[in-house]
């Protein structure tokens, strides 16, 4: 049956009863703004209440996947509100992604809806015409394109608490090339926008500017829903320019920002190309997440900012937070800081599954009211990602300070982050190998700067003149561009052991040469 919940109980058990402290104390203060429309906390819950019945005529039910296909935007927010008040799940997926995930997502997730911001994103009115959206209006929030109904489809079971209910799924694909649906509840998502609150400082009165997309765990749970557990205001771009980003720190008072190791490195860049300062009057609290920090980087942004560069850590499975720098204790270093109240973490040996000592490197284990529901349609992935215990296997490699601070220091899984997106080298040696004038290929990782490259080794079959040329139509088609990779090498055959299991430590050299 669908529901709209009209009043919130006394404890919040849907992230959408995270506006009513405000819309009742703070109705006319600014909540989230965009190019085309600008909502106060009263303007985005009526919004959001119109969306949620607008949803409902849609036939949207409890327990319904409604997957957004767009970049960020207030109707992006009005749209997870909305989904919240049915008891149904948002999926927000980014408008870049290519013709294949896009479908693979709606197909994997039995999407009811499927609903594109085209008014933000020509990528996502590319989406929109293929699959025969039509545009729609929406109260508050103009003009929308809504997909086909679903119809075959069922809801999924629905709960009152908090931690049993989803509230959202994320997308990443994972090692194994397959979509991993992670589902994270209403409980979940509460505790990392009430920890963004506190742990940040942040409250009525703040600005933050958010440009990390919202088809991603931090930019919908830390960035979104932490800004209105604090009653601060919202800018949302769809797509980040440092230039953009200076205009904005500058002339618009912003006093927040998180972005991504190479959104900073960009900034600074722009600053010297442009021999101008970085000016930012009402700043006060900057974060990096993504991808790992380092110290010059920290220094130079420190440098230009007057202002500590804190860092943080944590995983979609883990919504996102897992550890942050201290506001009022900034440090020195490129630790990420320490667990938020109420996560557990252990530095593990994993041989022997024992604790390891202080400064001894180990994998990183994690436990709390953060941790995922699981992955959909995956009980034995969940199953081998959580023990019994509850325990969840960052597949990160850590160590930890005497005084409980957390180093990352590698990763144990083959994970690329490339300008703070996650590329699984497997999902892009699926497409390569898909190409009939490929035997097989290998990707690898390779740091340049404050980032990550991807890199494609392939072999060819006999008498083909495959090259670079050739091949970049080909994945451009089938792959978002910062999973395309920014070299291909062609060899005439891929290192391998007697086993034939591909060396990618040897190519990791290969590439950095």
């Known amino acids: 049956m669908t529901r709209l919940s009209d009043n919130a109980p006394d404890a919040p058990s849907r ?10 104390d703070r109705p006319d203060a600014p909540a ?29 039910r409890a327990g319904d996947r409604v997957l957004v296909v767009g970049e960020n935007c207030a109707a992006a927010c009005a749209l997870v509100l909305a989904s919240s008040m049915l008891d149904a799940w948002s999926i927000v997926v980014n408008a870049r992604l290519s013709e294949r995930e896009i479908d693979t997502f709606i197909a994997h997730s039995g999407a009811r809806r499927v609903i594109f911001t085209c008014h ?55 090692t194994s090339g397959a979509p991993k649906g992670v589902m994270l509840t209403h409980a979940n998502l509460m505790f990392a926008a009430r920890s963004a609150h506190e742990i940040r400082g942040l409250g009525p009165g703040d600005l933050i500017y958010g440009v990390l997309p919202m088809a991603h765990v931090v930019g919908l749970s830390t960035q979104f829903l932490g800004c209105i557990a604090s009653g601060a205001g919202l ?24 972005g991504v190791p190479a959104m900073f490195a960009k900034l600074l860049d722009w600053a010297r190309e442009n021999e101008r300062p970085i000016e930012a009057p009402a700043l006060r609290f900057v974060c990096v997440v993504g991808s790992p920090l380092t110290p010059g980087l920290k ?23 897992v550890a942050q720098t201290r506001i009022e204790a900034p440090r020195e270093d490129c630790t990420v800081g320490f667990a938020l109240p ?12 024992l604790d390891r000592a202080p400064g001894e490197i180990g994998e990183l284990w994690v436990r709390g009211p953060n941790l995922m529901k699981g992955y959909y349609r995956n009980e034995a992935l969940t199953r081998e990602a959580v023990n019994a215990d509850g ?69 060819r079959v006999a008498g083909s003149t495959l090259d670079d040329e050739a091949m970049r139509p080909f994945l451009r088609e089938r792959l978002s561009p910062y999973k395309v990779p920014s070299e291909i090498r062609f060899v005439a055959q891929l290192p391998a052991a007697p086993t034939g299991k591909i060396l990618k430590s040897v190519l990791k050299t290969m590439a950095s040469t």
């Open 120 to 174: 933000v994103s020509a990528d996502a009115q590319k989406h929109a015409q293929r699959l025969g959206a039509e545009a729609l209006d929406w109260e508050g929030l103009g003009s929308l394109w809504v997909g086909p109904l679903a119809q075959a489809v069922q809801p999924e079971p629905c709960a009152p608490a908090a931690q049993d209910q989803v509230a959202a799924m994320i997308y990443t694909s994972g």
């Open 15 to 24: 992230i959408h009863h995270l506006l009513d402290r405000w819309v009742r």
């Open 342 to 353: 109420g996560v557990q973490t252990r530095i593990v040996d994993a041989p022997t599954g």
């Open 235 to 258: 800018i949302l771009e769809p797509r980040y320019t440092p230039a953009g980003l200076a205009q904005a720190l500058s002339e618009q008072g912003v006093t927040a920002f998180t």
């Open 391 to 459: 325990w969840f296997n960052t597949g990160d490699m850590a160590r930890r300070d005497a005084d409980g601070a957390l180093h990352i220091v590698g990763r144990s899984k083959e994970l690329i982050i490339r300008s703070g997106f996650n590329v699984y080298p497997v999902e892009v040696e699926q497409v390569l190998n898909s190409h009939p004038e490929v035997v097989q290929s290998a990707v690898v990782g390779r740091t340049v700067g404050h980032n990550e490259e991807v890199v494609a080794f392939v072999e």
């Open 299 to 321: 220094a130079g942004v420190e440098a230009a900012l007057g202002l500590p560069l804190h860092n943080g850590y944590g995983l979609t499975e883990t919504a996102p937070t």
């Open 32 to 60: 989230v703004r965009d190019v085309h429309v600008a909502l106060s906390y009263a303007g985005l819950d009526a919004a959001a209440r119109a969306a949620a019945r607008q949803l409902a005529r849609l036939q949207v």
